[in-house]
């Protein structure tokens, strides 16, 4: 995405679209979509449903300046990411109800659903727990998004990404379905995984095969 004022309004609309969906509740978990060497995100503790297009503050993601009201408290999060991952241009911080609960637990979800086995990666990590908008927070959960495109924090959360945000949100999306399929495997004997090296060629077939068609998003 290269416009600005379309950048503002994509993320307002996806705030909108997790309360909706029940990815997020109130004011918590963020959104934030690249814009060349820039990243428009939500505000710091805002309603969602009371915000404008032009209250979406737009941070350098090289000094961490922005424009506009005070942006996420976990900015700098969003700024590592995309400063190093290069290939992703939206990030959705969340607190849906199953990835949260693996959180808790600080259990590592498995390689169980395919769908969660292609988009996101062969596992996704629990990063430790770290206390919000710290820089631990950044580093901990930089190193369980290493090869991944989630990772949960523990007792937090979720964070998500995606080369669009349409991405970000399926990301989201398919992490609460595998989370969900894993606490409830969990009371049927236990879930099975798929063979690790069969989990990894999916995710990398998934992200050659569909590379173009998210770009274009």
């Known amino acids: 995405m290269s416009d600005i004022g379309a950048a503002r309004e994509a993320v307002r609309q996806m705030g909108l679209r997790l309360v909706e969906t029940g990815l997020v509740v109130g004011t918590w978990g963020n959104v934030s979509v690249r814009v060349g060497d820039r990243m428009v995100?939500?505000?710091?503790?805002a309603d969602y449903a009371a915000l404008a297009a032009e209250d979406m503050p737009v941070?350098?993601?090289a000094t961490g300046e922005?424009?506009?009201?005070?942006?996420?408290?976990e900015r700098d999060l969003h700024r590592a990411?995309?400063?190093?991952?290069r290939e992703i241009n939206a990030v959705i911080h969340a607190h849906s109800p199953n990835a949260s609960t693996l959180a808790a637990a600080r259990r590592e979800l498995p390689p169980?659903?395919?769908?969660?086995?292609?988009?996101?990666?062969?596992?996704?990590r629990v990063a430790d727990y770290a206390l919000?908008?710290?820089?631990?927070?950044?580093?901990?959960?930089?190193k369980a998004l290493q090869g991944r495109?989630?990772?949960?924090?523990?007792?937090?959360?979720?964070?998500c990404l995606g080369r669009s945000l349409d991405e970000a949100l399926l990301c989201c999306q398919v992490l609460e379905k595998g989370c969900k399929a894993f606490i409830e495997a969990e009371f049927l004997g236990g879930a099975k995984g798929i063979?690790?090296?069969?989990?990894?060629?999916?995710?990398?077939?998934?992200l050659k095969k569909y590379s173009k068609q998210w770009d274009k998003k």
């Open 41 to 45: 995100v939500t505000p710091s503790g």
């Open 132 to 142: 919000p908008s710290t820089k631990k927070i950044v580093r901990v959960t930089m």
């Open 81 to 85: 990411v995309y400063l190093e991952r």
């Open 59 to 61: 941070v350098d993601l």
């Open 112 to 124: 169980i659903l395919d769908d969660v086995t292609q988009l996101i990666g062969p596992s996704v």
């Open 195 to 206: 063979n690790k090296f069969e989990a990894w060629v999916m995710h990398q077939v998934f």
């Open 66 to 73: 922005w424009e506009g009201p005070k942006p996420s408290s």
């Open 149 to 159: 495109m989630a990772a949960l924090m523990a007792n937090h959360g979720a964070v």
